[in-house]
T-cell receptor, first 112, second 112 residues
């Protein structure tokens, strides 16, 4: 059974810091890897998708990488801002593409 | 708004009552997923549709839960004889084949 671990569970940083969120899978046989943001009481907002043939994706201050051989992904946030405060979730698509398997998330707090 | 739409946003029901939630996916998306999320946890997969066919169901989906996607368009998730343990956020997502998944804002269910 695929399990996803996200480290750290929570992170507090001052504004302007660069930070890295980690995600690992027990079964490296994932198809796609997607990072989401979730604000309290809200749905999920897609941030980045790394498709099966890719190893990295960038969007603005966000960069996500995927190492399928080790089953690990990282989300890098540059120059963090208070508006980045949210829970960040990673999810892998199983090979059949029938489900996204999620971690519990990393709750980020950026203080001004 | 061309995103994933879920209704209602909030539902309070008495234990033992039946409830039904609706999800309208992005119009051209052939894949639709239902998830359940409780506080502090990542979303848990419930079921997956490809067009109108329900192709995968989680063991979490007890016989009190049923989902449909008639004509491969909108989907409904019904919970019969609700229990307090059913209280959660129910999330719907859609995607075009194995591409990026987009989530709705969720339906928050409270069983009293």
């Amino acid at each position: 059974k695929q399990e996803v671990t996200q480290i750290p569970a929570a992170l507090s940083v001052p504004e302007g810091e660069n930070l890295v969120l980690n995600c690992s899978f027990t079964d490296s046989a994932i198809y796609n890897l997607q990072w989401f943001r979730q604000d309290p009481g809200k749905g999920l907002t897609s941030l980045l998708l790394i498709q099966s043939s890719q190893r990295e994706q960038t969007s603005g201050r966000l960069n996500a990488s995927l190492d399928k051989s080790s089953g690990r992904s990282t989300l890098y946030i540059a120059a963090s801002q208070p508006g980045d405060s949210a829970t960040y979730l990673c999810a892998g698509t199983n090979q059949a593409g029938t489900a996204l398997i999620f971690g519990k998330g990393t709750t980020l707090s950026v203080s001004s | 708004d061309t995103g994933v739409s879920q209704n209602p946003r909030h539902k309070i029901t008495k234990r033992g009552q039946n409830v039904t939630f609706r999800c309208d996916p992005i119009s051209e998306h052939n894949r639709l997923y239902w998830y359940r999320q409780t506080l502090g946890q990542g979303p848990e997969f419930l079921t997956y549709f490809q067009n109108e066919a329900q192709l995968e169901k989680s063991r979490l989906l007890s016989d009190r839960f049923s989902a449909e996607r008639p004509k491969g368009s909108f989907s409904t998730l019904e919970i019969q004889r609700t229990e307090q343990g059913d209280s959660a956020m129910y999330l719907c997502a859609s995607s075009l084949s194995l591409s990026e998944a987009f989530f709705g804002q969720g339906t928050r269910l409270t069983v009293v």
